[in-house]
């Protein structure tokens, strides 16, 4: 009996194997990846400055960005797109956090809720979509999140270059959630070497629609209605006063061996596919469950004998505080050079 009962859960864990394991099944959610894209064909880029983010890397992750907003007063509205290269071999966490908030459709609907021309134009808040008419929204807009934070990541490739993004955060350095920005000039100021605070986090550039971008950050808000620097009682920090609606943002693919532009020493593609090798880790993870559940204690011993508690849970991509902390962009320490948006 115990003989036919382990026969059958053999069998069944065969059938298993073959519908969670394909590469099939695996290309279909990841289908993505398998987009190769030729930075070439895209010419609205930023203002370059001989940084190693001037360059494309095979197999770094793209994402687009579709806006429609107004530019200005008694203008028409405008669309288009805003293409993102990431980094996955420099900020690996950061990377994955934004890719897992992308394919959740986290970002679809909302819009920029924080414009500085000059500076930064800053989304990314899930809680900030339009009740009813724009500016109607949620009161928690510019301090929401997932409540799931992810820690503070630097490496000497990255820094606030033109088009840079990166991850807006609350006062402790580990409390980046889903919020980002895009430099919209070069804003050195945010780097960590020009802080006291251990700056902030890039782990992309702009590849194309800087005009967008540049257009967004000078869509008057609520602190400069008519863009001159009045001082405003009521200003909301840098609130656009014509929605900058964001219709999706979407993965679009990975840059193509053929058409990287830079190289490096170690293969680029090992960060950016760590979504992959974690999900095939979480399929193995289920059939491994049900051959315990079903081999019942003849296997449970020597199975669970194999892998040490762990200490977190695997492919986490928190930092372990799943509390809500607001994700504010804070603008250049006083005393810092030339005290404005971007100073270095």
């Known amino acids: 009996m115990g003989h036919a009962r382990r026969t059958k859960a053999a069998l069944l864990v065969a059938v298993l194997l073959g519908l969670l394991l394909t590469p099939g099944s695996l290309e279909a959610q990841e289908d993505?990846?398998?987009?190769?894209?030729?930075?070439?064909?895209?010419?609205?880029?930023?203002?370059l400055e001989g940084s190693p983010m001037d360059?494309?890397?095979?197999?770094?992750?793209?994402?687009?960005?579709?806006?429609?907003?107004?530019?200005?007063?008694?203008?028409s509205n405008e669309q288009g797109q805003i293409i993102v290269e990431m980094f996955p071999m420099w900020a690996p966490i950061t990377v994955e956090n934004m890719i897992q908030h992308i394919e959740e459709d986290l970002y679809d609907g909302i819009f920029f809720h924080r414009v500085i021309d000059d500076f930064v134009?800053?989304?990314g808040d899930p809680t900030c979509t339009t009740v009813g008419a724009y500016p109607a929204t949620f009161m928690s807009c510019g301090?929401?999140?997932?409540g799931e934070t992810i820690p503070l990541e630097h490496d000497a490739n990255l820094?606030?270059?033109?088009?840079a993004i990166g991850m807006a955060r609350g006062q402790d350095p580990d409390s980046a959630d889903s919020q980002w920005y895009i430099a919209e000039t070069e804003a050195h100021g945010l780097d960590p070497e020009n802080r006291d605070d251990e700056g902030y986090a890039t782990f992309g550039v702009v590849r194309h629609g800087m005009t967008h971008v540049r257009a967004i950050a000078e869509v008057p808000t609520s602190d400069e209605?008519?863009?001159?620097?009045?001082?405003?009682?009521?200003?909301?920090?840098?609130?656009?006063?014509?929605?900058?609606?964001i219709s999706s943002i979407r993965m679009l693919g990975v840059i193509a061996e053929e058409h990287a532009t830079g190289q490096l020493e170690e293969t680029v593609g090992q960060g950016s596919s760590s979504g992959l090798a974690s999900l095939t880790f979480w399929n193995v993870s289920i059939v491994i469950g049900i051959i315990v559940f079903l081999g019942g204690g003849y296997w449970s011993g020597s199975i669970w004998s194999l892998f040490a508690p762990s200490t977190g849970k695997p492919g986490s991509l928190t930092n372990g505080k799943h509390v809500s902390i607001p994700?504010?962009?804070?603008?250049?320490?006083?005393g810092e050079e030339g005290q404005g948006p971007g100073a270095s």
């Open 55 to 75: 360059a494309s890397y095979a197999n770094n992750p793209v994402f687009v960005i579709d806006v429609d907003y107004q530019p200005g007063h008694f203008q």
């Open 32 to 47: 993505w990846r398998s987009n190769e894209l030729d930075p070439s064909a895209w010419d609205d880029g930023p203002e």
């Open 159 to 163: 820094s606030h270059v033109d088009g």
């Open 327 to 334: 994700a504010v962009l804070l603008p250049p320490l006083e």
């Open 121 to 123: 134009t800053q989304a």
């Open 143 to 146: 301090s929401g999140g997932t």
């Open 225 to 245: 209605p008519t863009g001159t620097a009045i001082q405003n009682p009521f200003a909301s920090a840098g609130r656009p006063m014509y929605e900058v609606h």
